[in-house]
């Protein structure tokens, strides 16, 4: 079956960096549009950031936008979040997902777009 595993979360503080990786199985990666959410303690999961099939497509939330960087690695079935200047507000269980997708170079920012989602990370920005 398809299996989404994300890791790489930690307790980090304020100004920190941390990398998430999503490791992907069960399914060809490269048919996939991938994106990271986040979900923080009383409120709705939201869209981080979305890569397209082929890489050359991504979007960002505006909250994160200059901060965060979204990329994959077909070769690898993983997907990273390269995330810096990391904000308390930045807390959150964070989730990848996957979007079965004909389209190479389209990116999804909407949770009903994915097929497929991991259990997630905990990422923890203390001040």
């Known amino acids: 079956q398809v299996q989404l595993v994300e890791s790489g979360g930690e307790l980090v503080q304020a100004g920190g960096s941390l990398r998430l990786s999503c490791a992907a199985s069960g399914l060809t990666f490269s048919r996939y549009a991938m994106g990271w959410f986040r979900q923080a303690p009383g409120k709705e999961r939201e869209f981080v950031a979305a890569?397209?099939?082929?890489?050359?497509?991504?979007s960002y939330a505006d909250s994160v936008k200059g901060r965060f960087t979204i990329s994959r690695d077909n070769a690898k079935n993983t997907v990273y979040l390269q995330m810096s200047s990391l904000k308390p507000e930045d807390t959150a269980v964070y989730y990848c997902?996957?979007?079965?997708?004909?389209?190479?170079?389209?990116?999804?920012?909407?949770?009903?777009?994915?097929?497929?989602w991991g259990q997630g990370t905990q990422v923890t920005v203390s001040s």
């Open positions: 997902a996957a979007d079965r997708t004909f389209t190479t170079d389209s990116v999804f920012i909407g949770a009903y777009d994915y097929n497929y």
């Open positions: 890569i397209s099939r082929s890489a050359l497509g991504t």
